[in-house]
T-cell receptor, first 113, second 115 residues
Framework: DAGVTQSPTHLIKTRGQHVTLRCSPI?????VSWYQQVLGQGPQFIFQ???????GRGNFPDRFSARQFPNYSSELNVNALLLGDSALYLC????????????FGPGTRLTVT | GENVEQHPSTLSVQEGDSAVIKCTYS??????FPWYKQELGKRPQLIID?????GEKKDQRIAVTLNKTAKHFSLHITETQPEDSAVYFC??????????????FGRGTQLTVWP
């Protein structure tokens, strides 16, 4: 099953550090979106990338950035980590920017101490 | 932006009973409404979706209904089984240039099916 993959699975960082999370979309999918899921809540939109360009940004500070590579994989970067950044970070892929169906990866569990 | 409200936050049913989860949304531009099932420690899985040109959609034991006038949609699970136990999320996606392809989620419903 060549679904969405993410790495690493778990990560522990301390406040002020920087983190990079990675995502590989389903083969053939060109759009990647990032979501933050805090415990007990629904996922919250962070970014959408399509054809290597940022197509949407949620209500997150500039400490959050992302990019998409020519092979459509993506990285999410978070600088100056805060305790409140502890969450499950989910990547979702879809065929195109305006494709409705989004398929999620297993997520990266980030803990900031 | 879009605001999605989901109720109830927890739902307990006996195996074989039906379960209904309800969501409301605020943005009249929303035209796609998926439902995700998330088991503990696993990824959200798309289980059913509906688009605004359809009022109801069924897939075996699950169905979704949409009332665009009232801006609410519901998930119905019949003949529930213990393996249906999970957190269920509704979401809405506005068909608007600035938010195209973006999903707005409810806070989730923890469904527990007792044998």
């Amino acid at each position: 099953d060549a679904g969405v993959t993410q790495s690493p699975t778990h990560l522990i960082k301390t406040r002020g550090q920087h983190v990079t999370l990675r995502c590989s979309p389903i083969s053939g999918h060109k759009s990647v979106s990032w979501y933050q899921q805090v415990l007990g809540q629904g996922p919250q939109f962070i970014f959408q990338y399509y054809e290597k360009e940022e197509r949407g940004r949620g209500n997150f500070p500039d400490r959050f950035s992302a990019r998409q590579f020519p092979n459509y994989s993506s990285e999410l970067n978070v600088n100056a980590l805060l305790l409140g950044d502890s969450a499950l970070y989910l990547c979702a892929s879809s065929l195109k920017q305006d494709s409705y169906e989004q398929y999620f990866g297993p997520g990266t569990r980030l803990t900031v101490t | 932006g879009e605001n999605v409200e989901q109720h109830p936050s927890t739902l307990s049913v006996q195996e074989g009973d039906s379960a209904v989860i309800k969501c409301t949304y605020s943005d009249s531009a929303s035209n796609y409404f998926p439902w995700y099932k998330q088991e503990l420690g696993k990824r959200p899985q798309l289980i059913i979706d509906i688009r605004s040109n359809v009022g109801e959609k069924k897939d075996q034991r699950i169905a979704v209904t949409l009332n665009k006038t009232a801006k609410h949609f519901s998930l119905h699970i019949t003949e529930t089984q213990p393996e249906d136990s999970a957190v269920y999320f509704c979401a809405a996606s506005p068909d608007r240039g600035s938010t195209l392809g973006r999903l707005y989620f409810g806070r989730g419903t923890q469904l527990t099916v007792w044998p």
